[in-house]
Structures are given as structure tokens and as C-alpha cells.
């Protein structure tokens, strides 16, 4: 059974979270320039990070070497003279804003779109992980990620009403980084008629045996928690 446009809409972030907000995670979202939109999905050239006006790294803990940081030169003759170098975008207004909102949530985040969060490329950041702490680091992981173009490009494909591939407006979700969650300990659950009739884990890509373990305590736990809630 396909779902509906409305029904796919309902699922994203800026729709729910205001909702959700008392049992969520501190969330900030800023509606994204359709300009910032379109640099995610530009492959015409080459790999480029936005200019920071505020001069932060995106791999703050790098080692610099400034004998081994030379320009990269094109030779003569190797290619169209006519093809001018091409600019790093700049987005000063949103990185701005993107600033304040990480100060406020205690300075470090992690991002996503208006469905999905860039987690298949969390192994290009310093960390290893989708902890952000500036906007630098938070276009590297959008701007990495193959995942995210479903969000972009994709979002309807599936629905049996589809007029349009992708909703008119996109959304940045900065949520507070908390290094103690645990992935094998996110739940989603399913409610029918306001009972709860399944539980799954949210991390599928893995195997946790303690959910085996202690299957009747979490049961009983998340249980306890929705009609408290």
C-alpha cells in the first residue's frame, strides 16, 4: 500500500517536532536559501566547502603543514583556456544563524534534513561521527552525503498521489549532541488505534544481543514512557 504526499509530509521533522518537543531532543531548525539547496546538489565540478566567514575548519583537528597546503596550479596547454577556476560558494547568513543556534545548544550538534540525517557520511568528519560544532563541519557531512539526495531529488517517488519530486521548501533540523546515546537503544514504535502493537530497533545495520536479553524489561519500559507521556 502506497502512502499519500500528505502522509509523507507529516513524517517530516518541522511537522512533528513542535508536537514532540516536551520528549524529544533540543531541536533547532532553520528553513535552508533554495541557493544552499542547490550547492548540496551541484556535481558539475569539483568538491567545494562554503568560504567561512567566520574562517572555521571543517577538520579542526588537523594537523596544518603549510609546505605541503601549495595551491593545486593547472598547467598551460592541459586544459580549456577558457574555463575560469571555479569560486567557493559563501552563505554568510546562514552561517550566522547556524552559529547562534549551535551556541545555544551547548555547542555541539548534529544535523539533518527534512526526513534523514547524513549518517552514511559521518566517516568523513574529524570525529568520526555526525557531532558538529560549526557550519563548516556541518555542509562537509550534507555535501557528503549519497543518502541525503533522497530527501532532495526523491522524497515522493512512492507515493500513489505524486505531483512533484520534492517538497518546495527544505529545512536544516540542528539537534543537541549527546555523546552518551546509545544506537542500539532508539526504538520505533507502532500505534494502532492508541495501542502499541510493534517495537522495532531504529539502528538496523547492526546486530545488538542485549535487546534479546532484556526484550520484556525494554518492552515494559517504552510502554511505561508512551502512556506517560
Known amino acids: 500500500m502506497k502512502m ?12 512533528w517536532y513542535p508536537k514532540f518537543k ?5 531541536t533547532v531548525i532553520h528553513e535552508l536559501p533554495e541557493s544552499f539547496v542547490q550547492y548540496l546538489l551541484d556535481d558539475s565540478g569539483p568538491f567545494l566547502l562554503p568560504l567561512s566567514i567566520l574562517e572555521e575548519d571543517a577538520f579542526p583537528n588537523r594537523v596544518h603543514k603549510p609546505e605541503e597546503e601549495e ?8 586544459g580549456d583556456d577558457s574555463e575560469e577556476p571555479s569560486s567557493a560558494p559563501a552563505f554568510p547568513e546562514l552561517e550566522l544563524q547556524i552559529k547562534d543556534s549551535i551556541q ?9 534534513l527534512n526526513w534523514s ?43 500513489s498521489d505524486k505531483t512533484s519530486s520534492r517538497p518546495s521548501v527544505f529545512y536544516l533540523a540542528l539537534r543537541k549532541w549527546y555523546p552518551s546515546l546509545r544506537p542500539e537503544m532508539e526504538f520505533r514504535c507502532f500505534i494502532h488505534n492508541q495501542q502499541l502493537v510493534g517495537i522495532s530497533q531504529r539502528e538496523v545495520t547492526g546486530f545488538y ?7 520484556h524489561e525494554l518492552e515494559m519500559l517504552i510502554q511505561e514512557f508512551l502512556w506517560m507521556k
Open 104 to 112: 545555544s545548544l551547548d555547542g555541539s550538534v548534529f544535523p539533518k
Open 71 to 78: 595551491d593545486y596550479v593547472i598547467s598551460e596547454g592541459s
Open 209 to 215: 544481543p542485549v535487546l534479546l536479553e532484556r526484550k
Open 117 to 159: 540525517a547524513p549518517k552514511d557520511s559521518a566517516w568523513i568528519s574529524s570525529t568520526g561521527s555526525l557531532k558538529c560544532t560549526s557550519f563548516s563541519e556541518i555542509a562537509l557531512l550534507l555535501r557528503s552525503s549519497d543518502s541525503l539526495v533522497h530527501d532532495l531529488c526523491h522524497a515522493y517517488d512512492s507515493c
Open 22 to 26: 516536551s520528549v524529544s531532543i533540543r
Open 4 to 15: 499519500r504526499q500528505e502522509e509523507v509530509n507529516k513524517c517530516q521533522i518541522q511537522e
